[in-house]
């Protein structure tokens, strides 16, 4: 038992120093995860987990972008392992967000896209954000305005309305993601999008679009659809939600509390 611990107690020396010598280049994913797990484990040998996460999640990044109750659940991992794992997501995801200089204007969809990427990157529900711009298309900030479980987001107008008013914005995007999914809007999306740009445009904010965020693809539903399909949609939004402008202004009154003249 004693010459076993030793020769596992070698195998992580020789694995962290292979990383200190390359920082991580040429080595293999399992290695990654492995040397990883190193922290949350301090006895077991992790090279077997390494392998049965990836068997599980596909790849390194579908490991990064799993649910932690799913991650609990591989065999030897544990809640301790997922919450590292997770953390670690988490901190890949800010530094994403810090190499998007956001003090320039955002002027393409381009631009969009790659921060609303970094933004979701390790995000296993479904969640809302809130792009906030002012006249210049400078972001103002970022607003997390729902999350729930996969297929069931909930998207609370209120907040989006206070978050308009708090940042003062004149421009604004919502964006959620499908983790399990592909970036193609439902439904459901698509009448959201058209209710939430009538009321937004009764108040003389402009509604830029809804992006739909699935790994590396992100789909604006205004922009991205075909334009037969996107005319189709808005006649049969606009048919369900019939109301005129004035009746909008009212059912926003009483719904926010908002005053139209402020």
């Known amino acids: 038992m004693s010459q076993q611990k030793n020769l596992h107690a070698g195998h992580r020396e020789r694995l962290r120093d292979k ?8 080595m293999e994913d399992h290695e990654i995860l492995e040397l990883l797990l190193f922290y949350s484990i301090p006895v077991r040998n992790t090279n077997d987990t390494a392998h049965l996460l990836l068997e599980r999640f596909g790849s390194i990044r579908g490991v ?22 997770k953390t670690v997501a988490s901190c890949i995801s800010r530094y994403n967000l810090c190499s998007t200089d956001t003090r320039r204007p955002f002027s393409t969809f381009a631009q969009i896209s790659e921060y609303l990427q970094n933004l ?24 997390r305005i729902g999350s729930g479980s996969v297929n069931d987001l909930p998207v609370n107008m209120r907040a989006i309305v206070q978050a308009v ?61 075909d334009k037969k399909k996107v005319a189709y949609d808005a006649e049969f939004a606009s048919d369900r939600l019939a109301v005129s402008r004035c009746e909008l202004e009212n059912e926003l009154e009483r719904l926010f509390g908002t005053d139209k003249n402020s």
């Open 120 to 143: 979701y990157a390790g995000e296993a529900n479904e969640t809302a954000y809130l792009m906030l711009f002012n006249n210049s298309m400078r972001l103002l900030g970022t607003e």
């Open 64 to 85: 990064f972008d799993a649910d932690i109750k799913e991650l609990a659940k591989v065999d030897n991992l544990g809640e301790k392992s997922a919450l590292l794992i």
């Open 165 to 225: 008013y708090n940042y003062n914005a004149s421009y604004v995007i919502l964006a959620h993601n499908h983790p399990a999914g592909i970036a193609i809007p439902s439904g459901s999306d698509i009448e959201m999008t058209y209710r939430l740009h009538r009321a937004l445009e009764c108040m003389g904010i402009n509604f830029i679009d809804h992006f739909i965020v699935a790994g590396k693809s992100c789909t604006p539903i205004l922009h991205g659809l």
């Open 19 to 26: 990383y200190i010598r390359s920082a991580g280049n040429g």
